[in-house]
């Protein structure tokens, strides 16, 4: 894992969370920026946890189950919330792909803590 990629994905998620929410408060829809920026960090993720899982074998984890948990599940809940943005053309919409976007910067804050605590 790289702390510096992995910061990235923090910001950038909470940005897009951020972003998303106020499109929510606004009472507005999810547009084709917001869902350019779900796909963007959707990639920075996936090279993020290909990286990561790669580089398993030559770190000492505590917790490696947990690790790999964290970088396959942290996949899953963007996609989740590109897909009910796109049927729900509401704010709702932007509701889920907001908080979706907040859970992968604390998934990958958690993937962060454990890769830095390295078994005893």
């Known amino acids: ?21 106020i499109w929510a408060y ?22 993020q946890s290909v990286i990561a899982l790669l580089r398993i074998p030559g770190a000492d984890l505590a917790e490696p189950v947990t690790f790999v948990a964290y970088s396959v599940g942290i996949l899953l809940p963007l996609p989740l919330g590109f897909y009910l943005a796109r049927i729900e053309r509401t704010r709702w919409g932007s509701v889920s792909l907001g908080f979706t976007a ?3 910067a604390v998934m990958t804050l958690r993937l962060l803590q454990i890769w830095r605590h390295t078994g005893v």
């Open 1 to 21: 894992m790289i702390p510096v990629l992995a910061t990235i994905v923090i910001c950038a998620g909470l940005l897009l969370g951020g972003w998303a929410l």
């Open 26 to 47: 606004r009472r507005r829809p999810t547009n084709d920026a917001l869902m350019i920026g779900a796909i963007v960090l959707e990639t920075v993720l996936l090279v």
């Open 102 to 104: 907040v859970v992968t």
